[in-house]
C-alpha cells in the first residue's frame, strides 16, 4: 500500500511538472500556436525549452516552433535553438526514437539559418544531421539528407552574394 501511494505521489509530481510546463508555454503563444513576437518571448522560451527533459514536452516545443513566423524563427535561431535541436536530435537517435527523429528533423528544415549558424562546430549539428543521412530509417534518411541539400544550396548562395571570404567554411562543414 505504502508503495501504490508512493508511486501515485511520483506520477502526480510528474503531472504536476508537465502541467507547470504547459502553463508556461501557452503564455508566450499567440492565437495560431506559434511564439508570440512580443517582448523577450524568445529568450523565455529558449530558457524554458533547456528544461524539457521528456521527448512529449520537447514534442510540444517543437510544435511552437512549427508554427511560428519567420521572424520569431530568426530570433530563436539567434538564441541558440539550433544547438538544442540538435541535443534533441542526438538524444533522440541515441533512444531510438525514430518518430521523434522525424519531427526534429522537419522542425530543424524549416529554420532560417545562416552558414555561420550552420560551421558553429560546438554545437555540432551539422555533423549529426550529416550521419543521420545514414540513418537506416528511410525516412530519417531521407530527411537528414533533404537538409543537407537545402544547406549546401544556403551555402552556394551566401558565398556568391558575398564573395568567396564569408563563407567559405560552409561548404567544407557540409561536403560528406
Known amino acids: 500500500m505504502a508503495q501504490s501511494s508512493q508511486a501515485s505521489a511520483g506520477a502526480t509530481s510528474v503531472d504536476d511538472g508537465a502541467a507547470r510546463f504547459d502553463a508556461v508555454m501557452a503564455d508566450l503563444l499567440d492565437p495560431a500556436g506559434g511564439l508570440s513576437a512580443s517582448g523577450g518571448n524568445a529568450k523565455s522560451f529558449i530558457e524554458h525549452a533547456r528544461t524539457a527533459t521528456n521527448m512529449d514536452d520537447r514534442m510540444l516545443v517543437v510544435q511552437v516552433v512549427r508554427h511560428s513566423g519567420v521572424g520569431v524563427l530568426r530570433t530563436l535561431v539567434s538564441q541558440g535553438l539550433l544547438a538544442l535541436l540538435g541535443a ?68 552556394a548562395v551566401e558565398t556568391s552574394e558575398s564573395g568567396v571570404g564569408k563563407a567559405t567554411a560552409g561548404p567544407s562543414l557540409l561536403k560528406c
Open 88 to 155: 534533441w536530435i542526438e538524444d533522440a537517435n541515441v533512444a531510438g526514437q525514430v518518430k521523434a527523429l522525424k519531427t526534429l528533423l522537419k522542425a530543424v528544415h524549416l529554420m532560417p539559418v545562416t552558414v555561420d549558424a550552420l560551421t558553429n562546430k560546438s554545437d555540432g549539428l551539422g555533423k549529426r544531421i550529416i550521419k543521420l543521412g545514414k540513418h537506416p530509417d528511410h525516412e530519417v534518411a531521407a530527411h537528414a539528407k533533404q537538409i543537407k541539400i537545402a544547406w549546401r544550396g544556403l551555402a
